[in-house]
């Protein structure tokens, strides 16, 4: 089937507007981006129960709780279910598919790079609950998996720009119009940004509402990146590189922000159901891969700082310990180390949020300021 034929309400209600005035509220990116939002949201309050119950039947004691964490953990946590990111991927896909315009190409590309680390993260999730263990897929085996994924994807975003210019090029935060060509040495960066992002967000998915919070703030700020970014106009004004195609990544990003919201109410202290690398791997690719089709991926290292930060904290950590016998933090990745040192777990996940809305504030700034 042609991209002619996969029709939602865009593609089938659009062109219905001269016979009815009202449908021509489907032409404006912002009306079906809220629609997404709203649409993934409620998906989430009806199927989300369901899917924790068949999740703790199927999985019995649920995730293993790794004996080396916080003492809490074995307690608080011991029984709960993983996988919660069928969740946000079914609530993510129903948003999308019905309100974005299929036959926009972006939208296809970031809805296969999702599921891609989605299964990988099934996959890996799977495993653990099967064999009662922390340990699912082989690291070096998830890791090559991932990669493979990501050059499929920078290959396929590559292929869609409209100049070499963008695709090779590498643009910097606060300055105007200009453009690094990487030559090819971008195929590894933007590959290193996917992935990258993706074990960012999974590194960070250790507290109750920890991740899911600063995924959807991330994922709001990209929302109104796109939307800027795809529209000539804006793109003008505001001296961004204008990437024809892409604003319809901000429903995606609104069907990210709904399925978020959805899943934080059963994830939310204390959770009914852990996000899994189901829903952590998966939301961290898609970030990374908005990030290089709108060409703001140094801007998402300030969006997504939280998650950087938490990713050095653990490379630091391995690090200082290999090179020198001893950790720099009691624990790592940091929220750890912060339950080591007695902060209560709502504590540490507020604070953290609210790191990210300062975070994603400095990194909005950089539309403007140039």
Not at 13 to 26: K, M, R, S, T, W
Not at 59 to 66: L, S, Y
Not at 172 to 183: A, D, M, T
Not at 327 to 334: C, D, G, I, S, T
Request: with cysteine; hydrophobic share 55%; charged share 10%.
């Amino acid at each position: 089937m042609g991209l002619e034929g996969k029709q939602m309400l865009y593609n089938l209600l659009y062109p219905l507007a001269e016979e009815a005035g009202f449908l021509n509220l489907f032409q404006y990116l912002t009306f079906r981006s809220g629609g997404a939002v709203i649409t993934a949201l409620i998906v989430s309050f009806v199927f989300g129960p369901v899917l924790i119950r068949i999740l703790k039947i199927k999985q019995g004691k649920g995730q293993p709780i790794r004996k080396d964490g916080p003492e809490g953990h074995l307690l608080s946590k011991q029984g709960t279910p993983t996988m919660g990111g069928v969740i946000i991927l079914l609530a993510l896909l129903s948003g999308t598919l019905l309100w974005a315009d299929l036959t926009n190409s972006y939208v296809w590309a970031i809805i296969v790079i999702t599921l891609g680390f989605g299964v990988i993260g099934f996959a890996d999730d799977y495993l653990k609950v099967r064999h009662q263990t922390s340990n699912g897929v082989p690291a070096r085996v998830k890791i090559l998996l991932e990669i493979a994924i990501a050059v499929g994807a920078v290959l396929w975003i590559m292929s869609l720009s409209t100049s070499s210019e963008q695709e090779y090029g590498l643009a910097l935060p606060f300055v105007k119009e200009l453009l690094i060509n990487l030559g090819w040495f971008f195929i590894p960066f933007a590959i290193l940004v996917i992935v990258g992002a993706s074990n960012a967000v999974n590194l960070t998915d250790g507290l109750d509402g920890l991740a899911i919070v600063p995924i959807m703030i991330a994922a709001a700020c990209f929302g109104v990146i796109s939307y800027f970014v795809g529209n000539a106009v804006f793109s003008n004004y505001l001296q961004l590189h204008y990437v024809p195609g892409t604003g319809e990544l901000s429903v995606f990003c609104g069907a990210l922000v709904g399925a978020g919201l959805g899943f934080l109410w059963f994830n939310a202290p204390p959770a009914m159901v852990f996000m899994g690398d189901t829903g952590s791997l998966a939301a961290g690719a898609a970030l990374g891969a908005i990030a290089i089709m709108t060409k703001h991926e140094l801007v998402l290292a300030i969006v997504g700082g939280l998650f950087v930060l938490e990713t050095a904290s653990v490379i630091v950590q391995v690090g200082s310990y290999k090179l020198f016998g001893r950790r720099v933090f009691q624990m790592a990745p940091l929220h750890h180390h912060f339950e080591k040192k007695g902060l209560a777990e709502p504590t540490i996940v507020i604070r953290f949020w609210i790191i990210s809305v300062i975070l994603a504030l400095i990194g909005l700034a950089t539309l403007k300021l140039r």
